[in-house]
RNA sequence: GGGCAUUUAGCUCAACUGGUUAGAGCACCUCGUUGACGUCGAGGAGGUUAUAGGUUCGAUUCCUAUAGUGCCCACCA
């Protein structure tokens, strides 16, 4: 019943505790604290205790995880601990991220181009199964990094989001969407990369600063009989060759100079094609001529005020009209003389026969910002091409509910706001992916398919069925099925993968299924994540949840803010402001690391990871260490038999004063517990038993303790009274040992180890985490 | 450009959602410390709560405007 002596030795302590609790397996909601054993799940499930579960959200398993990722932990973990001590069952599930495009992408930069080997040059099995290896042999390091934390998660349970259990439940989702006519193929704009003959993802690509020209061109007005009147609009263009793909040319509203060409019709030079006159807020009425020929089909802007325009005048749609093909030669309703060759190549003969034709007014020289392929350096080309979609009208309306409703609640209160714009804003959601690391779609056509561009550039799929070409139909059974399981070996299944958002938003369902613990742990209590993933992940979690159950995923959101470096700003290994998790282990201790994560933060605000508040923390637990020391001493020193005391039958005002000190931090603290205000809840903690317990509480109490002598001269002046010192100590342990449980969901280890030493009553529990609060 | 935050001591942040004298840690100054203290304690200095208005008996807190900073989204024809 004694603590060692010297300063807390966090390594050797963290070890030997975390051992403790893995062998009893503490972590499992099978655990049953009154058998002190692991029962089975049915009998778990018939406990009426109160369930409690976080399904931890999962760390890429390409790498070790970051302070980021450790914050949450942190936060998970207090959570868990908090409701075990209030003695609900509590669940924390953990799991494994295979992270997409950042996944492959890593994989792909550190591992085979060190080695020098071309993705492309291996098949897609092979190289699924090396990068499955790599992912594999890499989780085992995150998954001892999150026990080191001391997350007290499930990890039996560990899951990764690959696993054939999980994809099969993620697929059929994606199949009863489709035969609910919630899924479509659409045509979208893409980033095309001419040298992969690949599309690439927005982040694929990097922008660099070339030297182009801007040309201004004049457009014929004509009037209602589409008559030429020998009036002009003059637009300004750096890509004169995608003018045969314009399908308006849009001017601001508030443009006074062109008010009276709006709703006007005009002819694009060198063709017959008539176009609107639209407005959009877009264009910038400084920049140019005022005046924007529309492209939706080769320029993402134009694409977004094409769609924009459509949304809010359903009776005068504009379309999309693509002129540049896959090999970068000029298709479509183009002029015969340009159709078929390269668009750079016929560049300087457009521009020749609108001199000519005395539409080109002017050239100028401009920097422009040019995106550019970051694995081929090719120049990026806006296209458009055939994309899935999720139709999310049914399912916007009911996940908004969900929180307006209160049936989830969001944490800090004024992210709801983000959260409302997003879904507001939401348009239907592109979910493939021309990837190989993920959920291959699960459609399969009954023969090659090939993307066309027809005469009006329209993209069209077709599909070769008995040697012939046919346009394909996706809703015939024929052309294209949905299903797990290939139909048969003639047919050929879809390349792109989904989504990563598409799996992971059904991670909270998908981890229970497998685990058979729905009925259980279905809806999650809470999910604890970076507020920066609100809008990507924590609302597709609402969408299929809402789409597959009817019913929320999660009661309540707790979005804790991000890590920032030493230096307050982003943290970044190029910055070379970030600690690394093993330094701060070994100098400083888990506790105290854990214990930056909370202290006077709040939810949704950022805060910087520094040495100097280790080094508080690490203070901190020697204060703790040493304060226990001191109250076990005289414990067993003095011989002391331990009860609970009550107040009324104290008799020192001293331990009156100790008491109520007591009730009153473990009121204020649990109120802060219970409204997810962890910054207060630890800061009143830090405080009150520092600078109260210990400064004033303590000290004042040592004259019940200890010989009294005169200062200066060392006249003895009285001796200890055993009944006070008795109950002075005694009201010591007391105050320890809820002052330890009250930190523990904090700083679990040094707790646990403390509690071991404490002296136990009925109702204490061998471990402090199921020790009541 | 749109959205969301944020601005409090030299630095990093609190202030429990309108109520005494705005609090901690680090740094600084002065004392003290041989019975818990790899240190700690007592005390001190340091603030017109970004600026300007407004609401209120009362504003760090609510409203408006301005300026600075950060993040997310969209981006130059």
């Known amino acids: 019943m ?46 009426p205790r109160e369930p409690f579960s976080i399904i931890c959200p999962p760390p890429n398993a390409y790498g070790r995880p970051h302070l980021g990722n450790i914050s949450g932990y942190a936060y998970q973990d207090a959570m868990g601990r908090y409701a075990r001590m209030k003695g609900k069952k509590v669940l924390l599930l953990p799991g494994k991220d295979h992270a997409g495009l950042e996944g492959e992408g890593v994989f792909v930069r550190d591992i085979l181009e ?5 993705k492309f040059s291996l098949s897609r099995e092979e190289f699924y199964n090396q990068i499955w290896k790599f992912n594999m042999q890499n989780k085992e390091l995150a998954l001892k990094d999150e026990q080191t934390i001391g997350l007290s998660a499930d990890f039996d349970r560990d899951i990764f989001t690959l696993d054939p259990k999980i994809v099969e439940i993620v697929l059929s989702t994606f199949i009863e969407m489709f035969n609910q006519n919630m899924i479509y193929k659409g045509v979208r704009i893409v980033n095309w990369d001419p040298k992969a003959q690949s599309v690439i993802a927005d982040n694929q690509c990097v922008r660099e600063e070339r030297k182009g020209k801007i040309y201004r061109i004049k457009y014929p007005i004509v009037d209602d009989n589409n008559q030429i009147t020998g009036e002009f609009i003059t637009v300004a263009t750096t890509r004169p060759e995608t003018m045969f793909g314009d399908t308006a040319i849009a001017v601001n509203s508030t443009d006074e100079r062109y008010t009276n060409l709006v709703g006007r019709k005009c002819l694009i030079p060198l063709t017959n094609t008539i176009i609107p006159i639209i407005t959009s807020p877009r264009v910038e009425k400084e920049f140019g001529t005022g ?27 504009i379309s999309y009209c693509n002129v540049i093909n896959k090999d970068l030669t000029l298709v479509g309703p183009v002029p015969s003389k340009y159709l078929g060759r390269k668009y750079t190549d016929v560049l300087p003969e457009i521009l020749s026969d609108l001199k000519s034709g005395e539409y080109l007014i002017s050239e100028e020289e401009l920097v422009q910002n040019i995106l550019i392929a970051e694995r081929t350096k090719a120049i990026v080309e806006p296209i458009m091409s055939s994309q899935w979609f999720i139709d999310i009208e049914k399912i916007r309306q009911p996940v908004i509910d969900m929180v307006k409703n209160g049936d989830v609640t969001i944490h800090p209160k004024n992210m709801e706001a983000k959260f409302f714009y997003w879904m507001e804003n939401l348009r239907d959601w592109a979910i493939s992916r021309t990837l190989w690391w993920g959920y291959r779609m699960p459609v399969w056509y009954a023969g090659p398919i090939e993307e066309r561009i027809d005469n009006n550039g329209k993209v069209e799929t077709f599909i070769n069925l008995n040697n012939e070409w046919v346009v394909l139909d996706s809703t015939s059974e024929n052309h294209l099925k949905v299903q797990l399981e290939s139909p048969g070996t003639n047919w050929i299944q879809e390349e792109s993968v989904l989504d990563t958002w598409f799996s992971s938003g059904q991670w909270p369902y998908a981890t229970l299924m497998v685990n058979n613990l729905m009925d259980t742990f279905y809806p999650t209590s809470v999910m604890e994540t970076g507020y920066d993933i609100l809008e990507n992940w924590v609302s597709r979690m609402m969408m299929f949840s809402y789409f597959k159950l009817k019913k929320e995923p999660f009661k309540d959101i707790y979005l804790h803010g991000l890590v920032k470096g030493t230096d307050g700003q982003k943290m970044s290994k190029s910055k070379g402001n970030v600690i690394p998790m093993d330094q701060a282990k070994e100098k400083y201790g888990v506790d105290p690391l854990r214990m930056v994560y909370f202290y006077q933060n709040s939810a949704g605000a950022s805060y910087a990871l520094t040495y100097e508040k280790l080094e508080m923390f690490k203070n901190f637990n020697n204060k703790i260490w040493n304060a226990s020391k001191f109250v076990l001493g005289n414990f067993e020193k003095n011989n002391i038999q331990y009860s609970i005391p009550a107040l009324d039958s104290l008799r020192l005002e001293n331990s009156k004063e100790i008491f109520n000190h007591i009730t009153d931090v473990k009121q204020k603290v649990t109120k802060f517990m219970d409204t997810f205000k962890f910054g207060l809840a630890s800061s009143t903690l830090y405080d009150e038993f520092w600078h109260n317990f210990c400064d004033k509480l303590i000290e004042q109490s040592k004259v019940y303790l200890y010989t009294q002598k005169n200062k200066d001269t060392g006249e003895f002046i009285s001796e200890p009274k055993p009944e006070e010192l008795q109950e002075t100590v005694n009201i010591f342990v007391y105050a320890l040992k809820e002052y330890t449980k009250m930190l523990h969901p904090f700083i679990p280890f040094i707790t646990e180890k403390i509690w071991q030493e404490l002296p136990k009553v009925e109702g204490d529990h061998k471990t402090v985490m199921y020790s009541k609060w």
């Open 2 to 47: 004694s603590l060692p002596n010297g300063p807390y030795n966090p390594q050797q302590n963290e070890d030997e505790i975390l051992k403790y609790w893995l062998e009893n397996k503490f972590y499992k909601p099978e655990y049953s604290p009154v058998k002190d054993q692991v029962v089975s799940t049915e009998e778990m499930k018939a406990d």
């Open 114 to 118: 060190k080695k020098g080997v071309d």
């Open 291 to 317: 005046c924007l020929k529309i492209t939706p089909a080769h320029s993402l802007d134009d694409f977004t005020i094409m769609t924009e325009w459509n949304q809010a005048n359903q009776a005068n749609q």
